[in-house]
């Protein structure tokens, strides 16, 4: 029987339980992720509930409890290199399911083998102690990996915290992070009308996502994992399968589709299953995984320097299908960049129906020899993007030099191969010398790169409009309501809402989003503009030198060439840019609107302050006397190369600037963990 004391305590402590992990995920998110998911009177509330219950409590005090300390941004900061508790190994790995059935009957007999999936992600390794989420380590190179914490925690199904009491005092999870095909595709739709380089699939994408600085961006682009080992000492069970069942009880995403199989049938058929049915899931597979059940056996059968001896990979064959290429079509990008891509009968590949893929350019397209009426192999090698690697009977029996039908010769020459004529505004196509593409030149008239631009224009990372979406700007377009990037200036409220499907709601949220946009910075302003192959980053670089557009248009491709990864032919675009008097037309009408067209002066004193970027990311502790500058003087130089100078030695103490009589103790520590002394000299150098 419990007694009348304890009937009130319990309930009060797992209160004070369950605020710390709600106030300790809100912080998270305010600070980290800049997503604030409680209001601040409710996060203050409960703060405050949390003080009155753990001074009633101060058996429960903890040092990481949400009262104790100040939300935190760590996330902005670069990732620690920590050692692996156990080196991450790999797998051996074999194509042939005959080898998979030697290895299966090679094993002791009676032995119990569990099959999982093999999934295409990258492989991360979770650290718990005392319920808690410590870290979490990429695989690196095996012997010590990045902690990707920040951004780990941004995975919904990985607990931050867990709260039970039969739990061991730390334990290891590993497993893989993976984006999900929907993410995928969405990211890489995105991606190509941000004209950035598109990733190849989804593991490079969540490998690419997971190494960002933003945890916020991470968070938006729905990473996942699936948990599939567990490590550490003295933990509960004498199997791999029932750790997986345990880590699953304790609210770890471990698959469904894990199997104990008793005998060589059981483990093919289990392959065979999958490899179909493998095409219907959320995220990508590559292969299956045989591993030895029993605990004391796989330790008996111990490892090789990469692997353990007790699992094998089997890898699922580059998947492949024969089709038929019924039509070449031609599409034109924003830039008017026309590409050809082949219509093919629907076929099933990966999971996906397969019906249109890339040709690229006209040299791609002769390489391949392939033609309307040919069957051509359509591929997803290791899940990517769907290509054509080549055709049915390539080169038939036929002679071969000048006699073999050739586009030219079957078709009757390049023209009726490759359009010379924009399809899509009747414009002569010019192929600029040394690129492999052909290209609409008509700017301003012709309509995909009419719409391409001002889609362009109001996306995400350049002017962020929201309301202004694909179909809008289609409709607008066809409406006569938008010519250009400046009509979008022009809209108003009474045009918008007189459109079918727009009411006088919608209207008002797309003028407050245009409104708003005459707040973006310079540099996105540049970036919006679209100027070919100037991207993101390189309008970033730019707005830093050219701080307006009344310096940038009058400057020469020669002065652009002076800015860090600005070439010869990205200045030329500038050049030619400013050069053409729609362009300054449209500007012109841009500044009237009232968008930032220089630096704010705020970002101009920032600018000046900061010299460089050289320590960016770095903690740098000053110790002893110096010859050149004061220590105030340092700490301002670290400051403004954008280090950031801290008070004592810790492991994440990027150097020591060192002068004369360095405090002994100092010394000590930056001995005993291996960091850098940077001598007075050495430092000026650096920044110079
Ligand atoms: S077990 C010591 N199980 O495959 C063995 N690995 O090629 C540890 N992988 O680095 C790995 N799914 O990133 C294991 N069900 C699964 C897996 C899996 C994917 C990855 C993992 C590993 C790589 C080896």
């Known amino acids: 029987m419990m007694d009348l004391f304890s009937q009130i305590e319990e309930p009060e402590r797992d209160e004070i339980r369950a605020l710390r992990k709600e106030l300790e995920e809100a912080n998270y998110k305010y600070y980290v992720l800049n997503m604030p998911t409680l209001s601040d009177r409710d996060f203050d509330e409960k703060m405050h509930r949390l003080q009155d219950l753990e001074a009633r409590y101060p058996d429960m005090f903890d040092p990481k409890s949400p009262t104790q300390h100040v939300g935190s941004d760590l996330g902005k900061k670069g990732f620690e290199q920590v050692r692996h508790k156990y ?61 990707v914490i920040d951004n780990i925690k941004t995975i919904p199904s990985i607990p931050w915290r867990i709260d039970r009491n039969d739990l061991p005092d730390s334990f290891e999870l590993r497993g893989e992070v993976l984006l999900p095909w929907e993410r995928f595709e969405a990211l890489n739709k995105e991606r190509e009308e941000q004209e950035e380089p598109l990733f190849a699939n989804p593991r490079n994408a969540a490998s690419g996502t997971l190494k960002l600085q933003d945890p916020k961006e991470v968070a938006r682009r729905g990473l996942t994992a699936y948990l599939y080992y567990m490590l550490g000492e003295n933990l509960p069970g004498k199997t791999h399968y029932e750790r997986l069942q345990t880590a ?61 001896r007790w699992a094998i990979a089997y890898k699922f064959p580059a998947e492949k299908q024969l089709t038929l290429l019924k039509e070449i079509t031609y599409q034109v990008g924003r830039t008017g960049v026309v590409t050809p891509v082949a219509n093919l009968k629907p076929v099933q590949l990966s999971g996906t129906i397969v019906q249109r893929a890339t040709l690229h350019n006209e040299d791609f397209v002769r390489s391949l020899d392939i033609r309307p009426g040919d ?34 010769g079957r078709l009757g020459g390049v023209s009726s191969f490759f359009p010379t004529l924009c399809p899509e505004c009747g414009t002569p196509l010019v192929r600029i ?16 790169q009419i719409k391409g631009k001002i889609e362009h224009f109001v996306s995400r990372k350049a002017m962020n409009i929201d309301g202004l979406g694909e179909e809008t700007i289609d409709l607008f377009y066809q409406k006569g309501l938008l010519h250009n990037i400046a009509d979008i200036y022009d809209l108003k409220l009474e045009d918008i809402a007189a459109q079918e499907r727009l009411g006088e709601k919608s209207a008002q949220n797309i003028l407050a989003g245009i409104e708003a946009s005459k707040q973006v910075p310079w540099a996105r302003v540049l970036f919006a503009l679209g100027i070919r192959m100037v991207g993101e980053t390189t309008a970033k670089k730019i707005a830093r030198v050219y ?43 841009l500044r009237q609107a009232g968008l930032q ?22 903690s740098i502790v000053i110790s002893g006397t110096f010859a050149h500058h004061s220590r105030d003087e340092y700490k301002a130089l670290i400051e403004a190369h954008g280090g950031k100078n801290v008070g004592s030695v810790s492991k994440k103490t990027s150097f020591i600037l060192a002068g004369e009589n360095m405090g002994p103790e100092k010394l000590k520590k930056a001995e005993a963990l291996g960091i850098k002394l940077m001598t007075e000299d050495e430092f000026l150098e650096l920044i110079s």
């Not at 469904?256 to 990508?284: F, Q």
Request: a negative charge; charged letters at 25%.
């Open 87 to 147: 080196p991450m190994l790999s797998l051996a790995n074999s194509y042939s399911r005959e080898e998979i059935e030697d290895w299966v009957r090679k094993l002791p007999a009676g032995v119990e083998i569990v099959c999982e999936l093999k999934y295409d992600g990258l492989s991360i390794s979770l650290w718990y102690e005392n319920g808690q989420l410590v870290r979490a380590l990429t695989r690196g190179d095996g012997q010590q990996g990045d902690d």
């Open 248 to 308: 699953k009880e304790w609210g770890f995403n471990i698959s469904d589709a894990i199997k104990v199989c008793h005998s060589v049938d059981e483990v093919m058929a289990y392959i065979a299953y999958w490899d179909t049915e493998r095409k219907n899931l959320p995220v990508a597979t590559d292969g299956i995984v045989l591993k030895v059940n029993n605990l004391a056996q796989q330790e008996e059968l111990g490892y090789t320097a990469k692997t353990p």
């Open 375 to 408: 069957r051509v192999w359509v591929e997803k090698g290791g899940e990517i993007i769907p290509k054509i690697t080549g055709k049915e009977n390539p080169s038939p029996a036929l002679p071969t030099g000048g006699e073999c039908p050739s586009h030219e």
């Open 433 to 448: 010398p040394g690129e492999a593409a052909w290209r609409c030149p008509n700017e301003a008239g012709c309509p995909p």
């Open 547 to 589: 701080t307006s557009i009344d310096t940038l248009q009058w400057a020469t491709a020669e002065q652009l060439c002076a800015i860090e990864d600005v070439g010869p032919q990205i200045a030329e675009n500038i050049v030619k840019y400013f050069e053409d008097i729609r362009n300054l037309e449209i500007l012109e009408r």
């Open 597 to 618: 067209m220089a630096l704010s002066d705020e970002e101009i004193s920032n600018l000046k302050s900061q010299i460089s970027n050289v320590l960016q990311g770095q």
